[in-house]
């Protein structure tokens, strides 16, 4: 049974710091790795995909890795700025579902 | 494009009283799924469309719980009769192909009293 994991559950940097969160899976047998943000009140917004055969995927300040050997995903935002603070989410699609397996979620509290 | 539409922002309704929600897809997308979130138990999927047809209820927590879909841009969620264990915040979300990006709409806050 696939499970994702995401640590730290919380972290809070000062303004400007390069910062990576974490997401591994159990299982390495997967279709993609979608990384979301969620500010509070709000909805889930897309921020990268990165399909299975796909080492990295980037978009502006972010930059997202998958290693399915390790199970392992980072997320590297560069630069950080206050309006980055929000809760970020990992969630894998396993090869063989339609389902999406979700990650608790890391509460990132950028500090100006 | 709007994005996907969902409404109400916010519901609250007294134990036993019908909810409805409601959900707009993003235009052209065939894949459409009902997610509840909660502090104790995170992101759960209710029910997923494709085509308009459902393809896994599975996670619709019980017979008080129903979903429509009667054409490629309305789905609903309703709830009847509603129970506090029901307060949560109930997510659309809709893709092309069931398989890409996900697009989540605002969700709908719903307090049962």
């Known amino acids: 049974k696939q499970e994702v994991t995401q640590i730290p559950a919380a972290l809070s940097v000062p303004e400007g710091e390069n910062l990576v969160l974490n997401c591994s899976f159990t299982?390495?047998?997967?279709?993609?790795l979608q990384w979301f943000r969620q500010d509070p009140g709000k909805g889930l917004t897309s921020l990268l995909l990165?399909?299975?055969s796909q080492r990295e995927q980037t978009s502006g300040r972010l930059n997202a890795s998958l290693d399915k050997s390790s199970g392992r995903s980072t997320l590297y935002i560069a630069a950080s700025q206050p309006g980055d603070s929000a809760t970020y989410l990992c969630?894998?699609?396993?090869?063989?579902?339609?389902?999406?397996?979700w990650g608790a979620g890391t509460k990132l509290i950028i500090k100006p | 494009d709007a994005g996907v539409i969902q409404s109400p922002r916010h519901e609250v309704t007294e134990m036993g009283q019908e909810v409805t929600l409601r959900c707009k897809p993003i235009?052209?997308?065939?894949?459409l799924f009902w997610y509840r979130q909660t502090m104790m138990r995170g992101l759960e999927l209710l029910i997923y469309f494709n085509n308009n047809v459902p393809i896994d209820d599975s996670g619709m927590p019980e017979d008080r719980f129903s979903a429509k879909m009667p054409n490629a841009s309305f789905s609903t969620l309703k709830i009847q009769p509603s129970e506090p264990r029901d307060s949560a915040v109930y997510f659309c979300?809709?893709?092309?192909?069931?398989?890409?990006?996900?697009?989540f709409g605002s969700g709908t806050q719903l307090s049962v009293l």
């Open positions: 979300a809709s893709s092309l192909g069931g398989i890409e990006k996900l697009f």
């Open positions: 990165i399909q299975s």
């Open positions: 969630a894998v699609r396993p090869a063989s579902n339609y389902q999406l397996i």
């Open positions: 299982d390495s047998a997967i279709y993609n």
């Open positions: 235009s052209g997308h065939n894949s």
